[in-house]
């Protein structure tokens, strides 16, 4: 692929990105949006339904995670690097949206930072920022000893 083509063809898969954030209040059930935002000081946690946010979690993971393979696998066009970072993704899905829920269901009690982060790792596109110079990193050193 043409470097030209691949540089524009990941830039557009970034803005896709932040076209899921920019309809986030549209696309995605999260009563906890307004709630980090403003609430989380003075306001008890809002009401909400636990399938309903666990269905529109996965599918906000599951469309942040599928962008940011494109992005992993157009940058890099590595076989094992996509396949590393789906294991990835699928694990931390599991072992983050576990953690959020059981969180939820303490009510926060021990205070709203760590459901805020957990949370925070699962609805936005984090990993692929840490993925993407730890696989160039990789790439740089893997040439260096052949």
Do not use: W
Request: with cysteine; proline share 3%.
């Amino acid at each position: 692929m043409n470097k030209i083509v691949k540089i524009a063809f990941i830039i557009l898969l970034f803005l896709a990105l932040v076209l899921v954030r920019a309809f986030e209040n549209v696309l995605f059930y999260d009563p906890f949006i307004a709630y980090f935002k403003d609430g989380y000081l003075s306001d008890p946690i809002p009401v909400f339904s636990g399938s309903k946010l666990l269905l529109s979690l996965c599918f906000r993971y599951g469309l942040n995670m599928l962008i940011s393979l494109v992005i992993i696998y157009v940058a890099f066009q590595n076989k094992g690097f996509l396949i590393f970072s789906l294991k990835f993704y699928l694990i931390a899905f599991f072992v983050l949206t576990i953690t959020f829920l059981i969180i939820l269901k303490g009510e926060l009690a021990h205070g709203y930072l760590f459901a805020f982060y957990v949370r925070r790792f699962l609805i936005h596109p984090l990993f692929v920022l840490l993925l993407l110079p730890a696989f160039y990193y990789k790439q740089l050193t893997v040439k260096e000893i052949i």
